[in-house]
């Protein structure tokens, strides 16, 4: 990866925070080639908000349609039994602990909401 690539790490479950700032920001990102790559990371509680919400997910299915690279927390999706859903929508589910400290070592910026 290079500088300029962007890694977003969504871990929260209010659904305002989500459309209203990380969603609207990431398709922005990329449609307005402020970032050439972003990767969108689901974990924690935002992986049940994600399989709750049909909006959040047409959005997601926009993210991938617009080659944002989305992946999710495979533990956490796990703990809210939704791995196989989010899979369903086009989410790569994996373990995230090491590719997250990758990002982190690499010359990426990485945000979190």
Known sequence: MDNDTLVIVWTSG???VAQNMVFMYTLNAKKNQWW???????????????SESKQL???IKEFINH??????CK?????????EYLASLGVE????????TDYLKS????ITF
């Open 57 to 59: 997910q047409e959005q």
């Open 36 to 50: 050439k790559n972003i990767k969108f990371i689901i974990w924690g509680l935002s992986s049940k908000l994600l």
């Open 93 to 100: 589910v994996k373990y995230m602990g090491e590719a997250l």
């Open 75 to 83: 533990a956490c999706a796990d703990r809210y039994d939704v791995s």
């Open 107 to 110: 010359n990426n910026k990485v």
């Open 67 to 72: 080659d944002i690279t989305v992946e999710a």
């Open 14 to 16: 209010d659904i305002e």
